[in-house]
């Protein structure tokens, strides 16, 4: 069972899921029996808003590291997100096509992006950030978006 | 005699927009309702400010309990419908704003105070789909 930190930054409570990695953007890499399943933090779709839609590279695509895995358009920006790590992408959620409020509903579960074969998952898992780390980037990030408002 | 049963006349239709200031599709919401209440259905739609339910005004209140209502949220918090929920109307019909964009992905809605070309034609799609619902519930058909 997936364990999350938690902190509350103004009105908003954000949680990083523990058991995988991050890259700079919040996109999260999880592997799985050699592959790694990516997505998108909970803090990356509070702060994105409602997702109108999301384009996924298909199956078969090859990404290089911070390649353009995925791009999303929400009520408020378009974001375009960049490969936590170097392979192919073997699997795309179905769901991204039709429903991709799930990226909003469930960040780290059913809201999943891709599955990705990794050529050097030990190298880009070296260049990311752990959860720690990446809660610590993201809490500071929540802070200054919280004095804006 | 004539033999002719008197006709039954038209239900009016509430439709209670997002009342969300300062937000893009807060502001389709609201552009759709105008449209309805205005232009599309005037004589069968009958346009119901979300700010005078939240502040209790009585003949707001009357007007949501006595019509079926048709809302139009502008975000996931749908207070809209929840607002006409609690003030004992029933909801026919509950459009979300980002629902309809999907559909009309060509109608990229921007600005606020005032929308943009496109942000103007899906508060019409929005209306005109809202209308063809106005339609069978004035008439007397259910829509889910």
Known sequence: MTEFLKTTVDKFTFRVATDRYYNDQGVWAL???????????????????????????????????????????????????????????????????????????????????????????????????????YFVRMRAEAEEEAKKL | MSGHGQSKPPQRVVIVPCSGIGKTYGTVSREAAYDLTEDLRPETAQLVPLSLLVLGNEAAREAVAAGPAITIDGCKLACATKMVKENGGKVARDFAVLDVYRRYRQFKPQGIAELNEEGGRLARALAEEAARVVDDLSTGGQHG
Do not use: C
């Open chain 1, 31 to 133: 592997e799985e029996a050699g592959r790694v399943r990516i997505g998108l933090s909970d803090f990356v779709q509070q702060r994105s808003g409602d997702v109108a839609f999301a384009e996924i590279k298909p199956a078969g695509t090859v990404l290089a590291f911070g390649d353009e895995a995925a791009a999303i358009e929400t009520i408020k920006v378009n974001i375009i997100f960049g490969s936590p790590a170097t392979g192919k992408v073997v699997e795309v959620n179905p769901a991204m096509h039709d429903a991709p409020e799930a990226i909003n509903q469930d960040p780290y579960g059913e809201g999943w992006l891709a599955v990705i074969e990794p050529s050097d998952w030990a190298a880009d898992r070296a260049r990311l950030l752990d959860p720690q780390a």
